[in-house]
């Protein structure tokens, strides 16, 4: 590690004012759990580091208008122990259960998370899933946009070098919908994401979908919405039969998207059974089945 | 019920080094710091085989704060090191054998200086076309690594006349066994300090042998041995890959010529790129038994990759030779073994030494064979198992101290009381082991020295490096139980060579038999002043004398006794000093040249894993639900120890099967650190029972064997075959990754 400045705001106007400052070269560790060991093994020089996990007032998860919103310091261990995300978002819940370890969720914040835009991140396909959009704040204002236009390709976001990601929300999911998670990882903690599926079901009340939302994660330099598969089950009834064949679809759609990846043969079987079981989930969710397609 | 009447072995104890542990106070050797300490780093080479054209270090010599650069140049003594050959530089003269190799040294200020440092030095190459695979190896025309032969070791066992035998089998089996790279990921990375005073060099490590690093550093540095000082600091695990040396040479270099005390800590990436690795080996088998089951040959052939270095290849190819056909009862035998030198990453110990290896395949073998005859894998075992008196391939025919058909009955047992059904894609599977406790066919030899003070506490001095396993505790418990004290009246002192004498290496689970036995010889030794001054005093013979419980009585009538604050009053009174010395060198011969009959160790050790897993079809994730372990250790020195032992192996194992591959491209290691070289985690490791089974036999402290290896092997092949039993398919290639379990079921 080489030497930096280092800085522990407080606030949020402190910590923008920084930002501010060093004009876009500074570096913002959230809960440090990627930047400390890129800056330790020295494959990330700066010149300078704004730690601001104390910045107490980035801390939340709120409900209110209808809205989820979490601001970009929560933990995964925060949203893991919430109980409103627990009982009511299930994907983003089992998501942030699923991350790292005890010690990393403990660290580990979902802003540090999406902004930091790991191929293999977690929150990322699960928070597109939700439809989620991001709140980017500097000393000169504000902007919001979706988190599909927040990524603009591998490793790269569209926040300038001055603003700081402060919160993250989406829709309180309403009566009738459903959303899962799962990732397949090469053991069953402290994994990388080899294939991510997260999914939001809505239905109306003759069980009948009026809202699908897919992402798939760890097969693109983003995690990607699939359209088709969305389109697919609109207007289906919500059902085992529905949705097994999804397996089959997200088997083409991953395997058209890395053609010549080494592991490419492997991620287009094993996400069928991801398939199977997080549809298997939102069925669980919807008091309809016992899960598994 | 027990084999023996014994006061203190056999219990459960609290470990020597467990308090200072849990409460965070014992000292690593990267915790340790001195006034004036410089840091120093090792400028290492990135390229497979090379001879160096140009080396410059004025730009990290003209940066403020460091102190010193040093090359090949500068190295006062000899210039190669290795623990069984003499054939790697503590810094490239020559040329460059593999990714990896030191080149130069620096020592500065701070451990950011060193690295930066490191950052300036230029090097420029001239490439030399490196060599992979054993094919490339062994092809006529190839660039040589070593002389000029590619072929490291070459072995050739046999017994009985094999191809008449083959000829009269019924069922013959044939397989080929594939195993990869793997490393140890010890938790603790390398890490020293050294120092000069008083023209003595200490270095102060993280290893498995200080006795042979200070031999090491003494021929480094061209002085006598007695003016080099190693001092064993707490070892965060080694599993054999802290036998070879790390950073003690190149701390004694640096710190003898900067004249101030030097650290070097390496990186996990440092470490796992350039400390030794589990051999890749290639196993050709045929197994030959008539209808009923029983074994009438065994012939196999092993090819092995040692890498740049020779490091503990011999050791291994010799081991996985005379281990290959398991622990059964074979009549005719042949093995043959090519290990050749790569460009690859240096391969040399990993518990086990080739043992794990040629498990899966014997295993293999066995299981195929079970279902083959449609036998029981446990009655089919039972049916071939060596038990006393079998006549091994080697020729040496086995005492009483054999208890593998006592664990397969142990261990089908209780499987059968923990293992109640067997769902849908969940599988059964049997691995058994057997271990040569010790070096194979070779001296060596560990010593103890002992002083029972006057207020009846206890100095013991081993050699014997205690690497986190507890052979501390374990040494301590052999000094209670032979002098009649309690545990905590023992101190030792462990691997400190101005101190303790030579304990040889923490490895071939060799250190409870051997400096057990020299613990118990040195405490004998001081028994006997002992004896015959509480003889003098009790006026019984001495040998009617019991030590027990901290008394001194007569075995004809209890009554007459002393305790032992009594016996020290009395040694004081004539004089007397209870002092003792003890070595022991295990009883074996060379094995011969031809064939490799002989008596390669004293005492074997047997192990019998039955594992239950569970295989997501759709996923290809294997889930190891249940473990069933039975481990022969001869005699308990202490039950929660050795349970943890196989409990740990077990979960290595399990990394063995399911997790571990280093991948290498071009000699470079391509997933070196532990977010890429996955072992299991805590929330992978299965239920585990381990059971401890002990045998007749007087060879070892108390017949006492080893269960370091041991504790790992058999679950190696078990899981294995529960995989394949779930899957109704075979695997001839480990890891049984998520990956190649689905292509597995799909193909």
Not at chain 1, 30 to 52: F, P, Q
Not at chain 1, 80 to 107: F, M, T, W
Not at chain 2, 155 to 176: M, N, P, Q, S, Y
Not at chain 2, 645 to 650: N, R, S, T
Request: charged share 25%.
């Amino acid at each position: 590690m080489r030497a930096f400045n280092f800085y522990t705001p407080k606030t949020l106007a402190e910590a923008l004012e920084l930002l501010a400052q060093y004009k876009g070269s500074a570096t913002v560790a959230a809960g440090g759990t990627d930047i400390v060991i890129e800056l330790k093994e020295r494959r990330r020089n700066t010149d300078c580091v704004i730690s601001i996990n104390k910045i107490k007032e980035l801390r939340y998860c709120e409900v209110a208008a209808g809205q989820v919103r979490i601001g970009a310091l929560t933990t995964f261990s925060d949203l893991e122990n919430n109980p409103y995300i627990k009982d009511k978002v299930k994907g983003l819940h089992s998501c942030c259960a699923h991350v790292g370890s005890p010690q990393i969720r403990n660290l580990g914040t979902i802003g540090g998370n999406v902004v930091n835009c790991s191929v293999a991140g977690d929150s990322p396909t699960t928070l597109m899933a939700l439809d989620a959009s991001v709140v980017l704040r500097s000393k000169a204002g504000k902007r919001e946009m979706k988190l599909t236009d927040f990524y603009a390709d591998r490793k790269k976001t569209r926040i300038a070098g001055d603003e700081l990601l402060t919160e993250i929300y989406f829709d309180a999911p309403a009566k009738g919908v459903a959303t899962a998670t799962m990732k397949l990882g090469k053991r069953k903690a402290l994994v990388i994401v080899v294939v991510g599926l997260s999914i939001l079901v809505e239905k109306d009340d003759s069980d009948s979908i009026t809202r699908a939302q897919v992402v798939v994660g760890g097969v693109s330099p983003k995690p990607a919405r699939l359209p088709k598969v969305e389109e697919y089950l609109i207007g289906k009834p919500v059902s085992k039969n529905t949705f097994a064949p999804c397996a089959g679809m997200l088997s083409d759609i991953v395997g058209s998207m890395i053609p010549t990846r080494a592991s490419m043969p492997y991620k287009r079987e094993g996400v069928k059974g991801v398939s199977d079981k997080t549809f298997g989930r939102i069925l669980v969710d919807f008091g309809l089945g016992e899960g598994g397609c | 019920m027990a084999l023996r009447d014994l006061a203190i072995l056999g219990k459960s104890n609290i470990k020597k080094d467990a308090y200072n542990k849990v409460i965070g106070e014992t000292k690593f050797a990267a915790d340790l710091k001195f006034d004036h300490m410089l840091y120093g780093g090792v400028f290492r080479s990135s390229v497979p085989h090379a001879v160096i054209k140009r080396f410059d270090a004025s730009k990290a010599l003209a940066l403020p704060g460091v102190a010193r650069v040093l090359t090949s140049k500068d190295i006062p003594g000899g210039n190669r090191i290795g623990i069984i050959m003499k054939d790697e530089p503590v810094l490239v003269d020559d040329k460059v054998r593999r990714v990896g190799d030191a080149i130069a040294l620096v020592a500065a200020e701070t451990p950011e200086l060193a690295e930066e440092a490191l950052e300036l030095m230029e090097v420029e190459y001239d490439l030399l076309e490196p060599v992979f695979t054993y094919e490339d190896a062994m092809r006529e025309g190839s660039p040589k690594i070593h002389g000029d032969s590619n072929l490291h070791a070459r072995k050739h066992l046999e017994r009985g006349d094999v191809d008449a035998a083959f000829a009269r089998c019924d069922v013959i089996i044939e397989g080929t066994y594939t195993t990869n790279m793997l490393t140890h990921m010890f938790i603790e990375p390398d890490a020293g300090v050294a120092r000069v005073e008083d023209g003595i060099i200490t270095v102060y490590a993280s290893t498995q042998n200080a006795h042979f690093d200070r031999g090491e550093v003494a021929r480094t540095m061209g002085l006598p041995n007695n003016k080099v000082r190693v001092t064993q600091m707490a070892t965060g695990g080694g599993f054999g890959g802290k036998l070879d040396i790390s950073v003690q040479c190149h701390l004694a270099l640096l710190a003898n010529a900067t004249g101030r005390p030097v650290k070097i800590v390496r990186s996990r990436q440092e470490s796992t790129d350039v400390s030794a690795k589990r051999h890749p080996m290639i196993m050709r088998a045929k197994t030959g038994a008539t209808k009923d089951g029983k074994l009438l040959a065994v012939e196999v052939f092993i090819i092995g990759d040692t890498g740049a270095y020779a490091s503990y290849g011999p050791a291994v190819i010799t081991r996985a030779v005379v281990h290959c056909m398991g622990p059964y009862d074979v009549p005719n035998v042949r093995v043959d073994s090519d290990f050749v030198y790569t460009n690859n990453p240096m391969a040399g110990a990993f518990r086990g030494f080739g043992v794990p290896q040629v498990s899966v395949c014997h295993e293999g073998q066995m299981n195929a064979l079970a279902k083959a005859l449609n036998m029981d894998p446990i009655d089919l075992r039972i049916l071939n198992a060596q038990k006393p008196g079998t006549v091994l391939a080697t020729g040496q025919t086995l005492d009483e101290s054999v208890g593998f058909i006592g664990a397969l009955r142990a261990a089908k047992e209780k499987a059968a009381e923990v293992i109640t059904t067997v769902k849908e894609n969940q599988g059964v599977g049997v691995g058994c082991m057997w271990y040569g406790v010790g070096n194979t066919g070779l001296p060596n030899p560990a010593a103890a020295f002992v002083e029972v003070l006057p207020d009846a506490s206890v100095n013991l001095m081993v050699g014997c490096a205690d690497i986190g396993q507890g052979s501390s505790t374990v040494m301590a418990l052999i000094a209670a139980e032979e002098l009649g004290l309690s545990y905590d009246d023992i101190h030792v002192t462990a691997a400190d060579t101005m101190v303790t004498p030579e304990g040889g290496a923490s490895s071939a689970s060799r250190q409870t038999f051997i400096s057990g036995n020299a613990t118990r010889i040195a405490c004998r030794q001081a028994k006997e002043t002992l004896a015959q001054t509480a003889a003098n005093f009790l006026k019984v013979p001495k040998e009617y004398l019991i030590f027990r419980g901290r008394m001194i009585y007569s075995a004809k009538d209890p009554a007459i006794k002393m305790t032992y604050a009594e016996l020290m009053a009395e040694m004081k009174k004539w004089g007397q000093l209870a002092v003792g010395a003890g070595a022991y060198n295990p009883k074996t011969t060379y094995l011969d040249a031809k064939t490799m009959a002989g008596i390669p160790y004293e005492v074997y050790s047997y192990g019998v894993t039955i594992a239950l897993v569970e295989v997501d079809t759709s996923t290809g994730e294997v889930d190891t639900l249940k473990l069933v372990s039975a481990h022969d250790v001869g005699q308990a020195i202490d039950r929660v120890m050795v349970e943890g032992q196989i409990e740990g192996g077990m979960v290595m194992a399990q990394g063995f099967v399911i997790f571990e591959k280093i991948e290498h491209e071009k000699g470079k290691i391509k997933n070196p650190v532990f977010s890429k070289y996955l072992i299991p985690t805590t929330m992978d490791v299965p239920e585990i029972y381990p059971i401890i089974v002990e045998c007749p036999g007087e060879a070892g402290p108390f017949g006492a064997k080893g269960v370091g290896e041991p504790a790992l092997i058999p679950g190696i092949p078990a899981i294995t075959n529960a995989v394949e039993n779930a899957l109704g398919r075979r695997f001839f290639e480990l890891p049984l990754t998520p990956a190649e379990v689905m292509k597995k079921i799909l193909s």
